[in-house]
């Protein structure tokens, strides 16, 4: 759902029903029109259970690289160069379920490890076991189906359409760390200036401080990625998509 802008398509246990020569079995609808007959079983109808926009934030949120790093380290096994690969790990209680789940802008893994009997693994947690296998299973997919992107093997071999595209009405903006508004507010600065609120270096090229922003304004955190960890105490600082019509006006 979240790889498909929001919308929710119902899982399809039977792709398709032939017979022994390999045509598609039909059957005839009420209508009188003759229709696969894998189409019984796949009915129900898909739907968009949330916006373009608010998808887009979670995949964001879930390809960040950046936010791994302190955890699992620069080249962990989630990290895909050149593309986009959305990834959760995740560890029961008890250590009995390890999982992985993730997806590209070309197809969903899920990747559960664990013990038969239930016994809880022996230190091992989600990214240490399913996550590795998540990441076998997603390049073999990848060279295999000629996914696009970069070429896991040849860097220089680029297709276009490895990440995912980011929907209308959304924008790129600083917002404090503290307390996930405006980057002035709450500092002891009353205006946000790029010498003492910097923007992260990765991302200066793809934002601009404005130089006509209110002091009475309010900018609402919805989703957080790239931290600023250079900048630390009340003045760190955040990259963070925002619905366009969200962002405050000169008062």
Not at 121 to 146: L, N, R, S
Not at 220 to 231: D, M, P, S
């Amino acid at each position: 759902t979240f790889a498909n802008d929001g919308y929710h398509q119902p899982s399809r246990t039977i792709l398709a029903i032939t017979d022994a020569l390999g045509s598609t079995v039909m059957y005839q609808d009420s209508t009188g029109a003759k229709v696969p007959l894998s189409n019984v079983f796949n009915s129900e109808q898909g739907s968009q259970v949330m916006s373009p926009q608010a998808a887009y934030m979670v995949t964001s949120i879930l390809t960040n690289n950046n936010a791994r790093v302190a955890d699992f380290g620069p080249h962990n096994p989630l990290y895909f160069p050149g593309r986009d690969v959305a990834a959760k790990t995740g560890t029961s209680q008890d250590v009995k379920d390890i999982v992985t789940m993730g997806y590209s802008p070309w197809m969903a893994l899920g990747i559960w490890a664990g013990n038969a009997d239930s016994e809880g693994m022996d230190k091992v947690i989600g990214i240490a076991g399913a996550g590795f296998i998540f990441h076998d299973v997603m390049a073999f997919a990848i060279a295999h189906y000629h996914f696009p992107g970069t070429d896991q093997t040849d860097p220089t071999n680029v297709k276009p359409g490895g990440f995912f595209a980011v929907p209308p009405g959304l924008t790129r903006v600083v917002v404090n760390c503290s307390t996930g508004l405006a980057p002035y507010q709450g500092n002891a600065n009353p205006v946000c200036n790029p010498t003492s609120n910097p923007v992260p270096v990765m991302m200066s090229g793809e934002f601009t401080l404005s130089s006509n922003l209110s002091s009475k304004a309010t900018w609402t955190c919805i989703a957080f990625g790239c931290l600023n960890q250079g900048v630390g105490g009340p003045n760190a600082q955040d990259i963070t998509w925002m619905m366009s019509n969200l962002i405050p006006q000169t008062s």
